[in-house]
């Protein structure tokens, strides 16, 4: 069975911190993985997609993957309150995505 | 650029009662995903509608079943409803390539559907 293991949180960091948010994950198969952020009440919105091994940077925000380990984590650099939120982390194949639980963080100003 | 939208936001049924829930995907998009959501869990996988077929389906009874049109909005109807499918149903879209394991999908706002 597909399984992507996020720790629940809340992950609580002061604004300006790193926020390190990190997710594993059992298909070896998955071939895609994506971050999404969800606000309370709100559907997920797609903030990062990685699919080679390495760093991927975009704005504030890092993604990396490291298919060995079946490891995926999103650092978010600069911290802001408006960055509370839970972020959801997803692997993937051909057409299905496989979502973890979520990882709440708090942003504190 | 008009973004995945779903209809209706909110829908209160009770159990054993049969809903439609829609969707239209982002300009572009070919392919829609379902998934429900329950209350602090993450999205689950209900099945995939590409060139009006179901793709692939996630472990979810019979009474959910889907239609996609020629104009690649869909449509999620779920049967004889029980207290247990109160959720948010979110209906993402994406672009098939047919040469690439690449999936992104986005969400549209989702419906929330209360069971009573």
């Known amino acids: 069975q597909k399984e992507v293991e996020q720790n629940s949180g809340p992950l609580s960091v002061p604004e300006g911190a790193i926020a390190s948010l990190n997710c594993t994950y059992s298909?070896?198969?998955?071939?895609?993985f994506f971050w999404y952020r969800q606000y309370s009440g709100k559907s997920p919105e797609l903030i990062m997609s990685?699919?080679?091994?390495g760093d991927k940077e975009d704005g504030r925000f890092t993604a990396q993957l490291n298919k060995a380990s079946q490891y995926v984590s999103l650092l978010i650099r600069d911290s802001q309150p408006s960055d509370s939120a839970t972020y959801l982390c997803?692997?993937?194949?051909?057409?299905?995505?496989?979502f973890g639980k979520g990882t709440m963080l708090l942003v504190s100003p | 650029d008009a973004g995945v939208t779903q209809s209706p936001t909110h829908l209160i049924k009770t159990r054993g009662q049969q809903v439609t829930l829609r969707c239209s995907p982002k300009s572009g998009h070919d392919t829609v995903s379902w998934y429900q959501q329950a209350l602090g869990q993450g999205p689950q996988f209900i099945f995939q509608?590409?060139?009006?077929?179901?793709?692939q389906r996630g472990n979810f009874p019979d009474r959910f079943s889907g239609h996609q049109f020629p104009n690649y909005s869909s449509e999620l109807n779920v049967n004889a409803l029980l207290l247990g499918d109160s959720a948010l149903y979110l209906c993402a879209s994406s672009w098939a390539d047919r040469g690439s394991s690449y999936n992104e999908q986005f969400f549209g706002p989702g419906t929330r559907l209360t069971v009573l």
């Open positions: 990685i699919y080679s091994n």
């Open positions: 997803a692997g993937g194949g051909y057409s299905t995505l496989t």
């Open positions: 509608y590409y060139e009006e077929e179901e793709r």
């Open positions: 298909d070896r198969g998955s071939q895609s």
